[in-house]
């Protein structure tokens, strides 16, 4: 073999590392990319859910007690929605800030305010602010369910590349911390369900 | 809303999949939404309706232990190309992802936010497992999986790891409800009647099993009709049948939808003692929705559609014995045949279109918020490496 088809070789062999190492990394690019469009996405229902269930709260439907627990909850969730905002680059040390114990707390009191009377009381007058307020607060629950599992989806697909060898060898991830899944109870109330 | 659904079988041929496909489609383009269907047909002159776009002929192939009519090569690619350049959809929704036809084409050259449902509880994992280094990039695409059944979803499990949402498939539940007419499979106390439904000479659908349960039934309350509608040879059944059970049991062969309607309605009973290959027991929804109290066999996939509170009764199955008693049990309580009738028609409610496509859109929703608040794709940035990453769309 002359030097010119060695250099070829090595040329060739050399491009194709380079094309493989590029493809991996833009293809963990995109699936770093597809976690932050889900996280934020889970965040929006998130907030959703909570002003839906603020409004069931106060749209007087609802006994006092009732509404006093389901404000109680709303608003404490809100409020570490804005007091621990997701950062703005999801990637960077990114956690779901503490909140999935008080979005546990919430759908266990929607659980304990919507039993079935009450869902079948709220839903006889389909057009009252009660009725509404419960229509928003299913829609969001239901969709607060969707993006969380597609966020974890997400997160294991992130996880399963990232724990390859040649993505750690050339430290393909950057400094994007390790996407977390979220874990909380975001069950619909049963009564809701059917 | 501009929804693009794709099909990975022939839209002319009748299946479950391309069933599904139809009247989800009709359904979201009845409210407004803009929605093109892309699938393969089988006979090139076939009527087709407005939506749909040919991606090509199919072509039957092995695949999957069963002969499947797909399409794939350079012309349905080129196909499929144009067909996403020209519908510029918010949302891809595609059917059976990994079944190689025009689905996983579409995957490959999507730059959508992309939304798959599973329907198949069979794939072989010989297949997926060879072919999973291939299909792993793409799969990573689909922003949402949705899986039909609880067995769709543990396909999805193992095969392709990670978790599916189920949604189940739709039924035009109104199309079923009770309208309180006589008919002439009307029962009397006397003279009940059960209904049976599907093809008569498939062991799966478990004729054999309630033929055999039957002089039993005979011995306790002699007057009872058994009425059969499905497909199938009725002179090679009928003559191994005990002259009892045969005079006791109408065939009516294939039967159009009216009379499959009008007798879920009338049934006193409606008896599914299926024993395999159901993936999901529409069937069992068909009944409930017409308010026929239904006795089926324990199949995960009937379980599921009865619910944790079950509107329906199951048997073990194949269990003639167990099948008899319960027939009588039930026969003689009218009060329980209400009762069941009733959670049947609340329990068909939760699978009506309404419902079933809501969740869908819920999903899509979900997905373009997702796909809206991410950073934007490689595979969009412009750069002689990034078209090496990804074959663009009309390179191939």
């Known amino acids: 073999m002359d030097v010119l088809q060695v250099t070829t070789m090595i040329a060739l062999v050399l491009l194709a590392v380079a094309w493989y190492l590029s493809y991996s990394a833009s293809r963990l690019d995109r699936l770093h990319a597809k976690v932050e469009g889900a996280v934020s996405a889970l965040d929006a229902q998130l907030v959703r859910r909570a002003e839906a269930t603020l409004e069931l709260a106060t749209s007087g439907s609802m006994d006092p007690a009732t509404s006093l627990l389901l404000g109680d909850a709303a608003s404490e969730a809100l409020e570490r929605h804005t007091h621990h905002p997701l950062s703005h680059d999801l990637l960077d040390g990114q956690t779901f800030a503490g909140r999935e114990g008080t979005e546990t707390d919430l759908t266990e009191t929607l659980r304990a305010a919507l039993p079935e009377e009450a869902v079948t009381a709220l839903r006889r007058d389909p057009g009252s602010p009660g009725a509404v307020a419960l229509g928003r607060v299913e829609a969001s629950a239901l969709r607060v369910q969707l993006a969380r599992r597609f966020h974890n989806d997400a997160v294991r697909e992130v996880r399963r590349v990232r724990a390859k060898g040649v993505v750690r060898l050339f430290r393909l991830a950057g400094h ?11 069950d619909l109330p049963p009564a809701v369900v059917d | 809303m501009r929804i693009g659904l794709v099909c990975p079988y022939a839209f002319d041929v ?14 979201f383009i009845a409210r407004g939404h803009e929605v093109g269907v892309l699938a393969p047909v089988d006979d090139l002159d076939a009527d087709l309706p407005a939506y749909v776009t040919s991606c090509g002929r199919a072509v039957p192939v092995r695949y999957n232990g069963s002969v499947a009519r797909l399409t794939f090569g350079p012309v349905t690619s080129s196909r499929v190309s144009r067909w996403l350049e020209e519908g510029g959809f918010d949302v891809l929704h595609l059917h059976e992802p990994v079944t190689p036809s ?5 995957l490959w050259a999507s730059t959508e936010p992309v939304v798959a449902t599973f329907h198949t509880s069979n794939i072989r994992s010989r297949a997926m497992h060879a072919a999973n280094p ?16 609880e067995e769709a979803r543990g396909t999805v499990r193992r095969h392709l790891g990670g978790d599916a949402y189920i949604i189940p498939n739709g039924v035009d539940t109104r199309r079923f409800a009770p309208d309180g007419a006589v008919t002439r499979w009307s029962g009397t106390p ?8 599907g093809r008569i000479d498939e062991p799966r659908k478990g004729l054999q099993v309630l033929l055999a349960a039957m002089p039993t039934i005979l011995d306790a309350i002699p007057a009872t009709r058994l009425v059969v509608a499905g497909p199938g040879e009725v002179a090679e059944i009928a003559s191994r049948l005990d002259p009892r059970v045969r005079s006791a049991t109408e065939f009516l062969g294939a039967v159009s939808e009216e009379d499959k309607v009008a007798l879920l309605r009338s049934a006193d009973l409606y008896v599914a003692p299926h024993t395999g290959g159901e993936s999901f027991g529409i069937v069992l929804v068909e009944a409930m929705a017409a308010g026929a109290p239904v006795l089926s066999s324990d199949l995960e996939a009937f379980v599921a559609v009865l619910g944790d509170s079950p509107s329906g009764r199951t048997f073990p199955v194949g269990d003639i014995g167990s099948l008899a008693g319960t027939v009588l ?21 939760s699978f009506d279109w309404d419902v079933v496509a809501g969740r869908v859109m819920a999903v899509y929703e979900t997905v373009i918020e997702g796909a809206d608040n991410s950073p934007v794709e490689p595979m969009l940035r412009a750069g002689l490496l990034s078209r090496l990453r990804w074959p663009m769309r009309g390179e191939v």
């Open chain 2, 329 to 349: 049990e039930l026969l003689r309580d009218p009060a329980e045949r209400e009762r069941l009738s009733a959670l049947g028609l609340r329990r068909a409610r």
């Open chain 2, 102 to 106: 025009a689905s996983l084409m579409a």
């Open chain 2, 14 to 27: 009748p299946g479950g999949v391309q069933f599904h496909i139809r009247d989800l489609a009709e359904y």
């Open chain 1, 176 to 186: 994007a911390a390790l996407p977390q899944v979220v874990d909380f109870d975001d």
């Open chain 2, 190 to 197: 006397e003279r009940p009647v059960l209904a049976f439904l």
């Open chain 2, 134 to 149: 291939l299909l792993r990039p793409s799969t990573e695409k689909i922003r949402a999986r949705i899986a039909v059944s």
